[in-house]
């Protein structure tokens, strides 16, 4: 780490599962970009149990950056990526992104600086230039109307989000799938903090494929949508 740690701000989660293909040149361009206009930030990156070579570009593209590592050793999924993310930051806030080039890091600008414009605990993005196809935006229409039904708040996300990470409790958050990235934003927007958003551009993978498959999900999610509204009943 080039940085003190008692010196960070921000802390970027960057997730990966088998994406050797693309880490390398991700964790520059990311690193490059928070030298410039980020320097008390820091990098986490964790392999969520990879089985290529991820681990080890990444940490030779990491070398010279404020940098933690963190390895699964078997994949566990997006949300106990994250988990394990904010359990070694220090910074602050916190965002993240995942391994696929998606994600510019500019779009880490656009999160502070509405964080600073807004002075709020969460700040969310939506994508403004994505082109998901019909099936894909139906079901994050019906995603949106769910949580809405169920929990009683609009959430509109689209990508990464930016938050206080004094608001993340990890042992207080079971998914360590995908459907994090509901509960999470769910509960604090229930908690009365401020939240925020703003629009940010998104990328083609570099290389690759997906390993998200949201259609055949959508399902589980709103299973687990009514099994998170029943926890909070019980709570």
């Not at 990879?50 to 949300?79: C, K, Q, Y």
């Not at 390993?211 to 299973?223: D, G, I, L, T, Y």
């Amino acid at each position: 780490m080039t940085a003190h740690e008692d010196n960070i701000e921000l802390s970027v989660i960057v997730f990966a599962f088998d994406e050797a293909e693309n880490v390398g040149a991700v964790l520059e361009e990311l690193g490059d970009y928070l030298k410039q206009h980020e320097p008390r930030a820091e990098i986490v990156f964790v392999d969520d149990g990879s089985r290529d070579a991820t681990s080890e570009v990444a940490e030779a593209a990491l070398s010279g950056t404020a940098h933690a590592i963190v390895r699964h050793s078997e994949n566990r999924g997006i949300g106990a990526a994250i988990k394990s993310g904010v359990l070694r930051a220090r910074g602050d806030f916190v965002t993240f992104m995942p391994a696929d080039g998606q994600i510019e890091p500019e779009a880490i600008g656009e999160l502070r600086a509405q964080q600073r414009r807004s002075g709020a605990d969460l700040v969310l993005s939506l994508y403004a230039d994505r082109d998901d196809g019909t099936t894909r935006k139906l079901l994050s229409f019906g995603m949106r109307a769910m949580v809405r039904v169920i929990h009683g708040v609009r959430l509109e996300s689209d990508g990464p989000y930016l938050f206080r990470r004094s608001a993340f409790h990890a042992d207080a958050l079971p998914p360590d799938s995908f459907f994090l990235n509901l509960e999470f934003p769910i509960r604090v927007l229930l908690s009365g903090a401020r939240a925020s958003q703003v629009t940010i551009r998104c990328r083609p993978r570099r290389a690759g494929h997906s390993k998200s498959a949201k259609a055949r999900v959508v399902f589980q999610v709103a299973k687990e949508l009514l099994a998170f509204r029943l926890r909070r009943a019980l709570e």
